[in-house]
């Protein structure tokens, strides 16, 4: 869910492994956050942000309530 982060990336003209890098984890983990296979913590979302000169909010926050939203409703529709 952080097609946001994968927007401002590729606008940045970052690959995921100099992304990877300059954060310190691995491309793979910056893959799983782009496709929404990873949450992240507050800590790395600081750093992720502060690669594109941004605040994590920016990044990361209409992704989160999106997020949300959609698990509330998967909660609320009857199932069968």
């Known amino acids: 869910m952080k097609v946001k982060l994968r927007e401002v990336r590729k606008k940045n003209k970052y690959s995921l492994e100099q992304v990877a890098a300059k954060v310190g984890i691995s491309k793979v983990y910056i893959w799983q956050i782009e496709n929404g296979k990873r949450r992240l913590n507050y800590s ?30 998967k909660k609320a529709t009857p199932k069968g």
């Open 44 to 73: 790395l979302a600081i750093k992720i942000a502060n690669v594109f000169d941004m605040k994590p909010d920016e990044l990361f926050y209409d992704d989160t309530i999106l997020q949300i939203e959609l698990e509330e409703t």
